[in-house]
């Protein structure tokens, strides 16, 4: 935490948990 990739990299790893998980909730 602290360098702007780090935080993109954390954003798009939360996305993809919260697409899996809506595609499975589906």
């Known amino acids: 935490m ?3 990739r ?3 990299a954390m ?3 939360r996305l993809m948990s919260l697409l899996s998980r ?3 909730g589906m």
Do not use: I, P
């Open 2 to 4: 602290g360098t702007g």
């Open 6 to 8: 780090s935080g993109a």
């Open 11 to 13: 954003g798009a790893n």
């Open 22 to 24: 809506s595609t499975r």
